[in-house]
T-cell receptor, first 118, second 113 residues
Framework: ARKITQTQPGMFVQEKEAVTLDCTYD???????LFWYKQPSSGEMIFLIY??????QNATEGRYSLNFQKARKSANLVISASQLGDSAMYFC???????????????FGSGTRLLVRP | SAVISQKPSRDICQRGTSLTIQCQVD?????MFWYRQQPGQSLTLIAT?????????ESGFVIDKFPISRPNLTFSTLTVSNMSPEDSSIYLC??????????FGPGTRLTVL
């Protein structure tokens, strides 16, 4: 069964340092997509980064990068140069359904709460 | 990415009443999705709404409790019916963008007393 696991309920990081948030997944699909979202206390879900299963390069978006290890089925989020505004919940998610299928749904991990210390 | 708005942003409701949540997108989209996030929990898909057809509900969610309308390609509503305190959650709508990514609205924070 498709599943997303985030084993870190909470993490601390010092401002300006890098932090890695763990995500492992389980699927038998050959084609899948992996996503990271940020949820501040306001409740909105902010898209951060995406990795397709066939992408050979690790995805990067500004200070965010995704450490994709396909054989290990892991998709860890790396945030460089942490800022106070990075304090939030972070969710890893996986697309369930065929690529280019407009009706695909996302399954989410349990989330990691990140607190950036000044 | 699409710009998505939701109304209301938050509400406090009495047990037994119903609340309709609106979701508006600034561009036409085929599919819209409704998720629920109970306190301290992750997101769970309620249903997928396609314009002009019945919504498709996930296991554990039924149309009588969560009726959905999708009158056009930029708008959808979710009604939470006969509410109980267990319905207190954040309700989020999302749409799939041109790329393989779903974008979310700001959410509706519902408290049922």
């Amino acid at each position: 069964a498709r599943k997303i696991t985030q084993t870190q309920p909470g993490m601390f990081v010092q401002e300006k340092e890098a932090v890695t948030l763990d995500c492992t997944y389980d699927t038998s699909d050959q084609s899948y997509g992996l996503f990271w979202y940020k949820q501040p206390s306001s409740g909105e879900m902010i898209f951060l980064i995406y990795q397709g299963s066939y992408d050979e390069q690790n995805a990067t978006e500004g200070r965010y990068s995704l450490n994709f290890q396909k054989a290990r089925k892991s998709a860890n989020l790396v945030i460089s140069a942490s800022q106070l505004g990075d304090s939030a919940m972070y969710f890893c998610a996986m697309r369930e359904g065929p690529w280019m299928d407009s009706s695909y749904k996302l399954i989410f991990g349990s989330g990691t709460r990140l607190l950036v210390r000044p | 990415s699409a710009v998505i708005s939701q109304k209301p942003s938050r509400d406090i409701c009495q047990r037994g009443t119903s609340l309709t949540i609106q979701c508006q997108v600034d561009s036409q989209v085929t599919m819209m999705f409704w998720y629920r996030q109970q306190p301290g929990q992750s997101l769970t898909l309620i249903a997928t709404a396609n314009q002009g057809s019945e919504a498709t509900y996930e296991s554990g969610f039924v149309i009588d409790k969560f009726p959905i309308s999708r009158p056009n390609l930029t708008f959808s509503t979710l009604t939470v019916s006969n509410m109980s305190p267990e319905d207190s959650s954040i309700y989020l709508c999302s749409v799939q963008g041109a790329t393989d990514t779903q974008y979310f609205g700001p959410g509706t924070r519902l408290t049922v007393l």
